[in-house]
């Protein structure tokens, strides 16, 4: 079955400090990849995108991910987390099946 | 101009009611979703709509009837409340149905508690 993996339910950095969310993918082929972000009682805000090409991929306020299908991965990173950054972040696949299929999310903590 | 907006944002309602939530999207797609997340934000699509055609349906109560009069409105009609349905249910576009070509447009969500 198709699934995306958050392992981290709960991450907490302090502020500046550097930032990697984890996400796994099980999928036939290589799906279309996508990291959200949910800041409290807000919808969901698409960040950055993968779809072929180069593995490195780069997204809005200051995020970026890389795929790499060896490890079914793609992970978010952010070289210095600002106190806004805290929210909630979702990975999320989609494939044949023409859905998008999300991670069970990580919450982010920033702190001071 | 908002481009995906649902109404209303809150809803608080009894048990055994029935509630419609709206939803409108400016932005030209073809397709529209539901998903609803739960308390433990977990996200579930429950329904899609490609030119007012239903090509999702993923298994949910029957209670909950999706409409989509063209294909920029898709509303959701939830008939019997139970205690739990309460969740937030989220309206979102996408280009075509196909993949979801950029990614999914989010409403800001519908928060529904059944009390």
């Known amino acids: 079955a198709q699934s995306v993996t958050q392992p981290d339910i709960h991450i907490t950095v302090s502020e500046g400090a550097s930032l990697e969310l984890r996400c796994n993918y099980s999928?036939?082929?290589?799906?279309?990849l996508f990291w959200y972000v949910q800041s409290p009682g807000q919808g969901l805000q698409l960040l950055l995108k993968y779809f072929s090409g180069d593995t490195l991929v780069q997204g809005i306020k200051g995020f970026e991910a890389e795929f790499k299908r060896s490890q079914s991965s793609f992970n978010l990173r952010k070289p210095s987390v600002h106190w806004s950054d805290a929210a909630e972040y979702f990975c999320?696949?989609?494939?044949?099946?023409?859905?998008?299929?999300f991670g069970s999310g990580t919450q982010l903590t920033v702190l001071p | 101009d908002t481009a995906v907006s649902q109404t209303p944002k809150y809803l608080v309602t009894q048990m055994g009611n029935d509630k419609s939530i709206k939803c409108e999207q400016n932005l030209g797609h073809d397709t529209m979703y539901w998903y609803k997340q739960d308390s433990k934000k977990f996200l579930k699509i429950m329904f899609s709509?490609?030119?007012?055609?239903?090509?999702i349906n993923e298994t949910v109560p029957n209670r909950f009837s999706p409409k989509s009069p063209d294909k920029a409105h898709l509303n959701l009609h939830i008939n019997s409340l139970e205690l739990g349905d309460s969740a937030v249910y989220f309206c979102?576009?996408?280009?075509?149905?196909?993949?979801?070509?950029?990614?999914?447009?989010f409403g800001s969500g519908t928060r529904l508690t059944v009390v």
């Open positions: 979102a576009s996408s280009q075509g149905p196909v993949g979801p070509g950029d990614g999914y447009t």
């Open positions: 999320a696949a989609s494939g044949s099946a023409r859905q998008l299929t």
């Open positions: 999928y036939g082929a290589t799906p279309y």
């Open positions: 709509y490609n030119n007012k055609e239903l090509i």
